[in-house]
């Protein structure tokens, strides 16, 4: 199966500032089928990215995703106080699925 | 609008069994892959299983596999799970989620499934 590793556990940071949250592969995600998800407290995740890199439907341009192979990053241009959640990598190309371990962006 | 109501979950105990259901709306669950993923309290999210659209291919996770079972009717529009031979590493909060490929998109708010003697 294909771990993927997300790094910093947890990034703190103020609001207005650039958030960089990566997720690394065991091995290349065909296609680039990797996506995001944002969870809040007592919320099911939400959709940010697909395919890597493609926003979904009513996601803000502040949220940009990138990579290919094995090493894929979320970018955050701006935080806003709404960003401060827990955001997880999936890796949608091959059975079975997974999901990075998660990386909480925090208020410092 | 996609709508996904997931039930079922509850208190069993180890070696027990249990069946969740998750009804939809807004869209048929014959034309799209379906998956259940979980999420242990205070923990991280854990992929389960994956039908894919034209209902033959399911996939699982190496955890489950054996143990459950993914379904659908398509008459009710309804996803299920049949979980046996439940352990307490089982206990979570499950959702149905409809994806756009494979891509889990649509989320429920999920049912509470707890494993204890």
């Known amino acids: 199966e294909i771990v993927l590793t997300q790094s910093p556990g947890t990034l703190s940071l103020s609001p207005g500032e650039r958030a960089t949250l990566s997720c690394r592969a065991s091995?290349?995600?065909?296609?680039?089928?990797l996506a995001w998800y944002q969870q809040k407290p007592g919320q099911a995740p939400r959709l940010l990215i697909d395919?890597?890199?493609r926003r979904a439907t009513g996601i803000p341009d502040r949220f940009s995703g990138s990579g290919s192979g094995t090493d894929f990053t979320l970018i955050i241009s701006r935080l806003e106080p709404e960003d401060f959640a827990v955001y997880y990598c999936?890796?949608?190309?091959?059975?079975?699925?997974?999901f990075g371990g998660g990386t909480k962006v925090e208020v410092k | 609008e996609v709508q996904l109501v997931e039930s079922g979950g509850g208190v069993v105990q180890p070696g027990g069994s249990l069946r969740l259901s998750c009804a939809v709306s807004?869209?048929?669950?014959?034309?799209?892959?379906m998956h259940w993923v979980r999420q242990a309290p205070g923990k991280g999210l854990e992929w389960v299983s994956l039908?894919?659209?034209?209902?033959?291919?399911?996939f699982y996770a190496d955890s489950v596999k054996g143990r459950f079972t993914i379904s659908r009717d398509k008459s009710k529009n309804t996803l299920y799970l049949q979980m046996n031979s439940l352990r307490t590493e089982d206990t979570a909060l499950y959702y149905c989620?409809?994806?756009?490929?494979?891509?889990?998109?649509?989320w429920g708010q999920g049912t509470l499934v707890t494993v204890s003697s």
């Open positions: 091995q290349s995600i065909s296609n680039n089928y």
């Open positions: 999936l890796q949608c190309a091959t059975p079975p699925l997974t």
């Open positions: 807004g869209f048929s669950i014959d034309d799209y892959a």
């Open positions: 395919d890597a890199s």
């Open positions: 039908i894919a659209e034209d209902g033959d291919r399911t």
């Open positions: 989620t409809k994806a756009t490929g494979w891509t889990p998109e649509y």
